[in-house]
């Protein structure tokens, strides 16, 4: 069984190998991602296989609003994509930028801030507030013990902003108290290996401009707005395939959050799976299996497991592919509404019907 980790570790030994103190899952983010080049593959392999990203996704019952801040160390790619969930347009601008020049993360989630420019994309996202948090969580007075130790510092929110030609975004995302993420270690090897923070049901309010049209996103209470936030560090193989699902809403009055992975963590002891109830995160650690129709990824997606049986029914399809010979990317992102139901670590039975999010498949040679 993968340990739960209670106190803040270092990812990566002196030697740029994978500590394994580190591998385990956390309700909040507890690593530091020390990520450096004298990894035994050796420093221009581990160049080329570090990968850094920072993804966020806000989803309105008018729009879907996603910034994405990615270094693959030769090149970083920034976007900022826009749906209408009305008409389906989308606004989309992305931009590549050699050798991740332009790109700043920190090593802790959370711990400081994040800027990626470009060309006409410019994106930022901030602690809030930005003194909570302090860089290195190893400077942490309080060990993490369980969800309901009465003294677990506070986790800051975010305030996201992005600036395209034809887009805006100012938002602020609330991590209410008490709240909790999944944070997961998985190994391929003490060499290859990723650190996820997956966070889902997070409010969010502010605004959006589309075309210098104002549009005012959650605030007054609203059950219907979330973001969900995507926090990695690692380094990767070079040909990998994913599956990611994830969910928000309100069901039977109770904040219900769904994590869900596939094919990249089969058999490494890890999984990215998790419930979250009114903030309170019940990990799910077996591997899930993923069928969908790979002709027609519009039709309904299925995850079960041992303790979950879900569907997505698809609204919308996002598809994007890149091919530069030795690099290919392509994703499809299908948006849409969860139905089904999880059962919980108290053995409860849990639906997720409602939930809005979406399911994707993702393979990349990077």
């Known amino acids: 069984m993968l340990p739960e980790i209670t106190e803040a570790v270092d990812l990566c030994l002196p030697s740029g190998a994978l500590d394994p103190r580190a591998i385990g899952w956390s309700r909040v983010p507890l690593?530091?991602?020390?990520?450096?080049?004298?990894?035994?593959?050796?420093?221009?392999?581990?160049?080329?296989?570090?990968?850094?990203?920072?993804?966020?996704?806000?989803?309105?019952?008018?729009?879907?609003?996603?910034?994405?801040?990615?270094?693959?160390?030769?090149?970083?790619?920034?976007?900022?994509?826009?749906?209408?969930?009305?008409?389906?347009e989308e606004i989309d601008c992305s931009v590549t930028d050699p050798l991740s020049r332009e790109v700043r993360m920190p090593s802790v989630c959370g711990g400081g801030?994040?800027?990626?420019?470009?060309?006409?994309?410019?994106?930022?996202?901030?602690?809030?507030?930005?003194?909570?948090?302090?860089?290195?969580?190893?400077?942490?007075?309080?060990?993490?013990?369980?969800?309901?130790?009465?003294?677990?510092?506070?986790?800051?929110?975010?305030?996201?902003?992005?600036?395209t030609p034809r887009v805006r975004v100012d938002l602020l995302v609330d991590v209410p108290a008490g709240h909790e993420c999944l944070a997961v270690v998985v190994p391929w090897s003490d060499r290859l290996f990723q650190y996820t923070v997956k966070?889902?049901?997070?409010?969010?309010?502010?605004?959006?401009?589309?075309?210098?049209?104002?549009?005012?996103?959650?605030?007054?209470?609203?059950?219907?707005?979330?973001?969900?936030?995507?926090?990695?560090?690692?380094?990767?193989?070079?040909?990998?395939?994913?599956?990611?699902?994830a969910g928000s809403g309100v069901v039977d009055g109770v904040a219900t959050g769904l994590q869900l992975g596939g094919k990249w963590t089969d058999g490494t002891g890890s999984t990215e799976n998790?419930?979250?109830?009114?903030?309170?995160?019940?990990?799910?650690?077996?591997?899930?299996?993923?069928?969908?129709?790979?002709?027609?990824?519009?039709?309904?997606?299925?995850?079960?497991?041992?303790?979950?049986?879900?569907?997505?029914?698809?609204?919308?399809?996002?598809?994007?592919?890149?091919?530069?010979g030795v690099v290919s990317t392509e994703t499809h992102q299908c948006f849409g509404t969860w139905s089904g139901w999880v059962v919980d670590d108290d053995g409860v039975t849990r639906s997720v019907d409602g939930l809005v999010g979406w399911a994707e498949e993702a393979a990349n040679r990077w």
């Not at 930022?124 to 400077?139: G, K, L």
């Not at 903030?279 to 790979?294: I, K, P, Q, T, V």
């Open 113 to 163: 801030p994040v800027r990626a420019r470009s060309g006409p994309v410019a994106i930022a996202v901030d602690p809030v507030p930005e003194v909570v948090r302090p860089a290195d969580p190893r400077a942490w007075s309080v060990p993490v013990h369980g969800p309901t130790h009465p003294e677990r510092p506070p986790r800051p929110g975010a305030r996201l902003r992005a600036v």
């Open 31 to 88: 690593h530091r991602a020390n990520l450096r080049t004298g990894n035994p593959l050796g420093r221009a392999a581990t160049w080329s296989r570090t990968k850094r990203w920072e993804y966020w996704c806000v989803i309105t019952p008018d729009h879907v609003v996603a910034l994405s801040a990615t270094s693959l160390n030769y090149a970083g790619i920034y976007q900022v994509w826009v749906l209408d969930r009305h008409t389906g």
């Open 274 to 324: 998790a419930l979250v109830l009114d903030g309170r995160l019940h990990y799910l650690g077996e591997d899930l299996s993923w069928a969908y129709d790979a002709t027609d990824r519009t039709a309904p997606w299925f995850v079960t497991g041992p303790r979950v049986e879900v569907r997505l029914t698809p609204f919308h399809e996002r598809s994007a592919r890149t091919n530069l």
């Open 199 to 245: 966070d889902v049901t997070l409010p969010v309010h502010g605004r959006l401009w589309l075309d210098g049209e104002e549009i005012a996103v959650g605030g007054d209470g609203r059950t219907d707005t979330w973001a969900v936030m995507d926090y990695g560090r690692g380094r990767w193989p070079y040909s990998v395939v994913w599956n990611w699902g």
